[in-house]
Nanobody, 115 residues
């Protein structure tokens, strides 16, 4: 009922920037928050950033001041602008959408930060 497709991942040097996009389709009514998670090999999945339909945002301490989440409600798309990237940001990034009692996930997009 809700499909999420991430894009924008890739290889970037430390200190560089990337912008991830997540396009939502299907039954979008009732989605009150969307966010980004990431998982590196051998590590737990980590919540990175989230945004409500009203535009309120939250961030993990590790990305505060470097990442910005935004949402285009008209186009059902959420973005993650990632600046000052560090090697420890390397992970598969997943888009999440939250409906009451149900979560939806995208397929993930790889972000690699390396010189």
């Amino acid at each position: 009922q809700v499909l999420l497709v991430e894009s924008g991942g890739g290889l970037v040097q430390p200190g560089g920037s990337l912008r991830l996009s997540c396009a939502a389709s299907g039954t979008i009514s009732g989605i009150y928050a969307m966010g980004w998670y990431r998982q590196a090999p051998g590590k737990q999945r980590e919540a990175v950033a989230a945004i409500t339909s009203g535009g309120r945002t939250t961030y993990a301490d590790s990305v505060k001041g470097r990442f910005t989440i935004s949402r285009d409600n008209a186009n059902n798309t959420v973005y993650l602008q990632m600046n000052s990237l560090k090697p420890e940001d390397t992970a598969v990034y997943y888009c999440n959408a939250q409906r009451l009692k149900v979560s939806y996930w995208g397929q993930g997009t790889q972000v690699t930060v390396s010189s």
